[in-house]
């Protein structure tokens, strides 16, 4: 069912879509405001003054000004902690999804004793909540000098993330026909090879999904981060955004500027990857 | 979903064929070295993602139960064992229990205010009408922004002063201004109100899918046969939709029992120690972490965890097991 998900979806049953009722529109557009408006009004926010702020909460910018903006992004750590969020987002992913198909594939296309209980196995860490895990995850860490190092959030993300992943990419694995597998190994392919030249491009769809998944979880974490990178040179954006709104806290303009451009990324990323995130999250309840 | 989950289930697929009717290979290989080969594949392709699993995700919880029996300062290894003292400190501890009162409004209040919002949004956005894809896209906004940037927007909107007070004054609702982040009775509603802002549109997602699952040949019988559109809601999509509604509402309580971010950053640290805004997590977080009272604080973990354990399973065996088949539950079809 998994696999459904990130499949394109059959064109069946298409119908010309047509305008709806006043009615549906006015409520489509009272939901759309309610979902965007905090929104917009901070990245609108991060255009004024702060006593203009202070002396008319729910004002529109007059005149605009762009200094908050030029001022976080030329002044503060907003650079250097984009790039230690796009490190750490990245390493994640690529684990994930390397250590994922990996375990995937075995899980889906061996018959072996054990197999299933393998698979109960990882999938038991879905009922293992990561923020119970901290402190002892913190302990640990310490324990082997991991703390403030990429590795430090990269590792216990990449472990967390696994058990979704294996979930949403064995059923799709296990879809590939037998045939293909067959037909490499009349051709002197052994399974490995069958992993690499036809499983890996034809599951790249499923594989998009995992690591949009993981790349989002790890982009927006908070809590590890927090613990586990005590250095502000190694700090992510959502740390970066919580320092600056708490250090400045009477520059209400310079934190909304700030707190729309941590935002920027992940809008972007969404709009373009819509698609995979929604399609992933709905595959992976279906598991 | 039952057939397509049979022709995908893996186990189905492997068997399909006995082994011994398998292509020969280049050269035929005898069947204890052909068999050795493919254990040492299972083993090497295993073997990292089990290790960092098992690091990283299984023996931590083990030394969160180890350390809870110990009073410790996080320095050297533990050696003041207390038995189970810690956990029967932090039952007494009121703002332990606050914070336990919190998880549950937050349990209930996600379920009750989510629920009907997130299925109705759905029915609505599921209509065919031009523009629906942008609608759809706007109402999951919420939901990808990192969780500390929610925390910090809120904040902003909510001070004192700010823009929600100012909105309601102008509407002539003054007098429903609150402190809403700072008065000890307000300010859990607050932010399970920020929270709902926050993750309905994770439910509306995923009842979409749910919808779309639904066959158009069923819905369009119901039409010929004369039904409106609230009867064809009422009698087969709703009944239809039963397994997803309950595989969200099992992410939901998981998540509100944890929850953490948008309450560690919309709540004023003050108000949190006195109990009114803290939840399970940012009091393990506040106790362990950062007053340094380690065993106290891994205590709490190993409550947070079992209570999570025992949701998540007791969800598990009375109304998830035909919706999620083979996830978490081992019986599974071969």
């Known amino acids: ?287 | 979903m039952t057939s397509i989950n049979q022709t995908l289930d893996p186990a189905g697929g492997a068997s399909a064929s006995p082994a011994g009717l398998r292509p020969a290979r280049r050269r035929p290989f005898s069947r204890a070295a052909e068999n050795r080969r493919k254990w040492y594949e299972i083993i090497g392709l295993t073997t990292p993602a089990i290790i960092v699993y098992v690091m990283f995700v299984l023996v931590p919880m083990g030394f969160a139960v180890y350390y809870s029996l110990f009073r410790w300062r996080g320095v050297g290894p533990p050696t003041e064992f207390v038995g189970l003292d810690n956990y029967t400190l932090a039952f007494q501890d009121p703002i332990f229990l606050d914070a336990l009162r919190n998880n549950a409004i937050i349990v209930v209040g996600s379920l009750l205010i989510q629920g009907p919002i997130a299925l109705a949004v759905a029915l609505l956005l599921n209509r065919r009408f031009r523009g629906r894809t942008v609608f759809r896209l706007l109402v999951f906004v919420p939901y990808v922004l990192a969780e500390v940037t929610v925390g910090i927007m809120w904040k902003l909107i909510l001070t004192d002063g700010g823009t929600v007070d100012a909105l309601l004054r102008s509407l002539g609702l003054g007098s429903l201004v609150q402190a809403w982040l700072a008065d000890l009775n307000v300010v859990i509603w607050t932010l399970l109100l920020v929270l709902t802002w926050k993750y309905v549109g994770f439910a509306i997602i995923l009842l979409l899918a749910g919808l779309s699952n639904v066959p158009h040949e069923l819905t369009e019988a119901a039409e010929i046969d004369g039904a409106n559109w609230w009867q064809i809601q009422r009698h087969i999509t709703l009944p239809l939709l039963g397994p997803t509604i309950r595989i969200w509402m099992f992410l939901s309580i998981i998540g509100s029992l944890q929850v953490f971010d948008v309450i560690w950053v919309t709540s004023v640290p003050a108000v949190r120690s006195l109990g009114a805004s803290a939840t399970m997590a940012t009091y393990m977080v506040d106790n362990g972490f950062f007053a340094r009272l380690w065993g106290y604080g891994n205590a709490v973990a190993v409550i947070l965890f079992v209570i999570s354990f025992v949701a998540a399973l007791l969800f598990q065996r009375f109304l998830l097991r035909r919706d999620i088949e083979g996830a978490i539950t081992t019986r599974r079809v071969n």
């Open chain 1, 1 to 287: 069912m998994a696999a459904n998900a990130v499949l394109p979806p059959p064109s069946s049953n298409r119908r010309p879509t047509s305008w709806g009722s006043p009615l549906t529109y006015a409520l489509a557009f009272a939901i759309a405001a309610v979902s965007i408006a905090p929104v917009v009004y901070v990245i609108v926010g991060g255009f004024r003054t702060t006593p203009s702020i202070v002396a008319n909460p729910a004002g529109l910018p007059d005149p605009w000004v762009f200094d908050n903006y030029a001022r976080v992004l030329t002044q503060s750590d907003f650079w250097g902690q984009a790039f230690n969020s796009a490190v750490i987002a990245l390493g994640t992913t690529l684990a994930v999804v390397v250590l994922g198909v990996c375990a995937a594939f075995v899980l889906a296309r061996y018959t072996f004793r054990g197999r299933e209980v393998l698979y109960t196995f990882f999938t038991l860490g879905l009922l293992f909540p990561a923020g119970a895990a901290i402190l002892p995850l913190y302990l640990m860490l310490r324990d082997l000098n991991l703390v403030n190092s990429y590795f430090a959030v990269i590792l216990p993300q990449v472990a967390f993330a696994l058990p979704l992943t294996i979930v949403i990419l064995r059923p799709f694995l296990a879809a590939i026909p037998r045939e293909l597998e067959d037909a490499a190994a009349i051709d002197g392919t052994g399974r490995l090879g069958f992993l690499w030249l036809i499983v890996l491009p034809l599951s790249r769809p499923a594989l998009v999904t995992v690591g949009i998944l993981a790349f989002v979880a790890s982009w927006n974490a908070f809590l590890l981060p927090l613990l586990v990178l005590s250095d502000s040179s190694l700090h992510t954006l959502p740390l970066g955004v919580q320092n600056f709104s708490s250090q400045y806290t009477s520059d209400t303009a310079g934190i909304l500027a700030f707190t729309s451009l941590a935002m920027l990324p992940a809008l972007l990323f969404f709009t373009f990857a819509e698609k995979q995130i929604v399609g992933g999250l709905q595959g992976a309840i279906k598991g």
